[in-house]
């Protein structure tokens, strides 16, 4: 059997201290909230996140009853928008926490971080399934959407396609994932009442042995995963690459799939630090730093070399020269590439300010905001047809829609920390 | 028992397989032109036209949109509005500036394109959109998602949108009247049959480009010596002649080929015979061997999900 203090030795010497008491974490279990929580599932701020969801089903009940046209400002012209934008490609971006983890912590065996594996996970299952779900509110004939998946309707030549048909994959990969934790929840606690007590013997072994099984073939998985993952999220960059007279100067190169894919490995280690900072919050759990401040010490690698495909890119196409004129689309490039690359992966390499938990979250916050903006200049904001009427702007119940998901995302991720062990046990 | 590596290079040849029928041999099928040589299109002449809008009329009418009666096209105002094609009007015509020594506006026909190689057909997630090998582009709304992938391809700006239609959205846009020019009676376009001054000829692409340089040659003076359509965005089934920059009628510069070549050769060569996700795969199978160090299970809060065990013995 291999040492397991092998797994420190590819630690990084500033952060040695911290991976030691990592390495203690990690001997911790997972364990279910609920009945052990310092904050009860509901407080004010959650009937906030319940309400925003009621909202985006009320614009789901008038979009799927009035068509696009009642809900959106998308127009000929301007044919997708906020939800392209947000919902699917800055969905896919930040749900991008769930290969990168799995990625360090089974396939790098970078065992400190075994401990954010699981929350990372949960995010992208949910994160994935809403992308999916904002597909659908956008697909004018949502109800085809199965034609994907018709081998007499593939079309190979298509982006969108391999976009499609991977994310469909890698969300089954995802609830396969997260699989054995729900095995880990049931197995010796099916306790079904009256009736049914006859099939808690039965299910209990049922749960056993896909256990048992998906431990075998688990590795298969997070490896496909992994590839899937890198397959879309460069693949949704070169969406766009299709239409070169339409994207502004400054963003469109047939770069995008490499830098899609180079900001989705920033972004998603950003994201765990960043979910996982609001989590301890809300929850009043300690915030895990001892494992954080070492994963964002990788990230401003990352920003580092999705900054030089972006540099060399705009140096060569010669399109930095669009930058001499201020307007929208040149402020807007500022505001991503200073505020959501440069200053975090600064505020990142500052060991001091590395390990504290507000300038962490702070870092990591600007690189979720910083692609997340990336995408809308992208889809939106670069977006100039040659008969455009005017910048898209989203219409309200848009806007409504996207912040419902989000909620839904946050309050699912909340119910599903409660039932299933995803967070680490805490010692009172 | 299997070992680890057994089964991943198992795993790995099944997803490799799996994914090879799924992309690779549809797009190599699809990559080799599939044209006749006796392709059709229409000559569009923009020196002729009077801008009567009959083609606009015609067009609706051929195809079951809304159109009113043939006087109201005698209105010139609406060609003054710079009108795109919208979802009940396949084509409009848009009046420019008259040429130096004239008072009639130089009129344009603005409507699909059928590019030989469309971005369109090359965007579509499911091959709703298709280039028939006589030349139309067509769409078959049975197959159509409503993604509008499509819309975002053209660089025309071509296709519209039904966005009032809450279940059965369609993109519309000139289809050559198919219908009629594929079909048994080998019909000719609507546009082009109402045309009462000929502007339009329809005909086979090949003469029509001869015609057309025909025409330049004879007239020097009266156009603009290029064939707009000829080669640009890769060719189009649509050509047109016109007595100035096609740029000053709003024709965009698109260069010799289309822009899903680029695409195309992004998506085939990472995804060819699925080479690309396959080293990827292979590579980290590697890793999960090489980078070791696997604390025994007991130890992981994660232990569910990593399937170490029994794994590490070498």
Redesign the interface.
Known sequence: ???????S?AVISNDAVSIRNARGT?????APLAGNSKVPFLTPGVWVLIALALGAVAVLAV????????V?N????Y??GLWIAIDVASGVALAAGGFTMA?L?????K?QY??L??PA?LTAMIGYTFVALGVVV????????W??MM?S??????????V??CVMIYLTVLYI?FL??V??RFIGKVNLPGFWAGLNKPLDRLLRAL?AG???????F???G???S??HQ??LG?????????LHTLWYT?MM?LQFLLSAFAVGLSMVIFEGYLASRSLKREFELNVMAPLGRIIPFLLTVYFGTKLIDVVNRGAYKALGEFNLQTAMYGVEIIGGVLLPAFIFMAHRLRRQPAWLFTAAAMVVIGVVINRINVFIIGYE???GSGPYVPAWPEALLTIGFISIIVLIYRAAVFIF?VL??EED | MVSRRDFLKIAGTACGTTALSMAGVESARASESHLDHDRFGVLADFTICVGCRRCEYACSKAHDLPFGELDEYDDQAPMEEMRRPTVDDLTVINAYTPPTGHTDPLTVKVNCMHCEKPNCVSACIVGALTKDPKGPVVYDAWKCIGCRYCMIACPFQIPAYEYEKPLTPKVVKCDLCAESTLGEEKGIPACVEICPVDALTFGKREDLLEMAHLRIRNDPDRYFHKVYGEVDGGGTSWLYLSDRDFSEVDLPELGETSASEVTESIQHGIFRGFSGPAMVFGLMSVLVKSTGSIPPEKDLPASHENGHQGVDHE
Request: hydrophobic content about 45%; overall charge negative; some cysteine.
């Open positions: 059997m291999n040492n397991p203090a092998a797994g030795q990690h001997e911790e279990k997972a979009r799927f009853t009035q068509g696009l046209g009642a959106t998308l127009d000929n012209n044919p997708w990625f912590a089974h396939i790098f065996h065992n075994h401990v594996v699981r996970l956008d697909l004018g004939r949502f109800y085809n959407i034609h994907v081998p309707m593939w079309q190979g030549n298509s982006v969108l396609f391999e499609g048909i994932e054995p934790i095995c880990e256990d998906l431990n075998k073939v688990i590795i298969f997070l490896i496909a992994v590839v899937l890198c397959a460069s693949s070169t969406l766009m690459v299709i239409a070169p007279g339409k047939p799939p047809p040659q008969f062990p680490p046990e």
